[in-house]
């Protein structure tokens, strides 16, 4: 006797139950769809009169505050954002929600490098307020980077030198020159840049680039950083993350925030190392042409660095010192906000 499994009790069971599983995962996925929209959210659907998730949405957006507009065969309907036209179904339906009433942060990004921001946290007046430890080398005439070095390539490589370098004892002329052999070999930095590294960095001083790596090392700062390291309370390329209001970052200050908009913000410190009393320092590299205290001011180097200073200090550690450390003439700025 057959047993009828096209219509057996069993199957209308199973098939009931999967298709009730495929409209819950089908509420599911339109639950992310809607509240992942930041700045504005349009629906299509068909509405034919019978139970649908469109309808069922379509209800609920009734009994609030959006703007519900229905879209005839030839009709168009224009938006302060959409133009839409439908001419096919008779039926439809344009859902669309109404304007945040807080658009600054629509015009603001998620993330936000450091670089873009440290204006807002710069609290040195004037260049004087900043204290120099000069080296007699002149600063007034620098020479430019060879054609194919970009600045950007070139401090990177400064960088990564300045990562990589050992500091198990006091770096040297030789032990630099062969980490850079060492990098230029691994194809980590190029001949061109290797060769730029070599190059007197102004027109009056046989001074090169390396000389300005290790000359960091011979000062009263350099050697603190090497002691740190030995006894690993020293940090180099640290990552940083902090959230800042969006209205910091705002290029229209006219714009609206709410007070629970923010931004993230993303630096990197390149050194932080931890003084025998236990407070800490920042360093920060520089190869820009020219450096001088004014300069470092024009760039607001100082807001960058205090902005690290609090973001750290919120994270407990506090931070006595910071300095801005021009490579090409061994200066060191101290920017501290006292």
């Known amino acids: 006797m057959s047993l009828g499994l096209t219509k057996s009790p069993f199957k209308k069971f199973v098939t009931e139950d999967n298709k009730l599983n495929d409209i ?16 504005s959210l349009l629906i299509y659907g068909n509405d034919k009169n019978k139970p649908s998730n469109f309808n069922l949405l379509a209800s ?18 224009v938006t302060d954002s959409y133009h839409v036209t439908d001419k096919k179904n008779e039926n439809s339906m344009v859902v669309e929600t109404k304007n945040y009433h ?10 936000t490098p450091t670089t873009k921001i440290k204006d807002q946290f710069n609290q040195i007046n004037d260049s004087s307020e900043i204290g120099v430890i000069p080296t007699g080398v002149d600063v007034s005439n620098d020479n430019d980077l060879s054609d194919g070095v970009s600045a950007d390539e070139f401090g990177t490589a400064v960088h990564l030198i300045f990562e990589k370098l050992s500091l198990d004892s006091q770096p040297t002329l030789l032990t630099v020159t062969e980490l850079i052999d060492q990098l230029a070999n691994e194809g980590l930095i190029s001949e061109m840049v290797q060769a730029e590294l070599l190059k007197p960095v102004a027109n009056n001083t046989t001074e090169t680039y390396i000389d300005g790596i290790v000359a960091l090392y011979q000062s009263e700062i350099g050697s603190s950083m090497v002691q740190a ?13 902090m959230m800042v209001k969006a209205e910091l970052v ?3 200050s006219s714009l609206p925030y709410a007070n629970d908009d923010f931004t993230i913000i993303h630096g990197m410190i390149d050194v932080l190392y931890q003084q025998p009393d236990g407070e800490y320092v920042i360093v920060d590299y520089k190869t820009d042409k020219n450096l001088d205290a004014d300069k470092v001011m024009k760039e607001n180097y100082p807001g960058q660095l205090s902005m690290y200073a609090q973001t750290l200090g919120q994270l407990g550690y506090e931070v006595a010192k910071c300095y801005v450390y021009g490579v090409r003439h061994h200066q060191l700025f101290d920017v501290t906000v006292n």
């Open 102 to 111: 807080y658009q600054g942060v629509n015009e603001t990004p998620q993330t």
């Open 60 to 77: 609920a957006i009734d009994a609030t505050d959006f703007n519900c507009n229905e879209i005839n065969a030839t009709r168009t309907q």
């Open 24 to 39: 819950l995962e089908e509420k599911r996925m339109m639950y992310v769809a809607l509240t992942r929209a930041q700045q």
């Open 250 to 252: 705002s290029k229209d």
């Open 229 to 241: 390291s030995l006894t690993n309370r020293l940090e180099r390329e640290k990552n940083l993350t």
